[in-house]
């Protein structure tokens, strides 16, 4: 059996600093993909692009979007646990 190791590129990756955005996403099915931890005084969390992404971004940041209270609440301990986590 042959395995293969699946290579990431960068522009295969949306990058965000935004804790409240991430848990967004994540609550619409995004994965965290690496947690960036070099880039200063705040980490740049690493979602895979996927289809629809772009359009979940600007409904956010557009202020159209709704998401379960519970459900938020639980990704962003999910979010916090893969920031703190090394």
Known sequence: MTMKKEFVRESDLFESSDLSLIATLYCYGAT??????????????????QRGLDQIVQAFYARE????????????KQCKTRLYDR
């Not at 965290?32 to 692009?49: L, S, Y």
């Not at 979007?65 to 962003?76: Q, R």
């Open 65 to 76: 979007i709704k998401v379960d209270p519970l459900d938020y609440f639980n990704a962003l």
């Open 32 to 49: 965290i993909e690496c947690v960036d931890r070099t880039t200063g005084p705040r980490a740049v969390f690493c979602i895979k692009r």
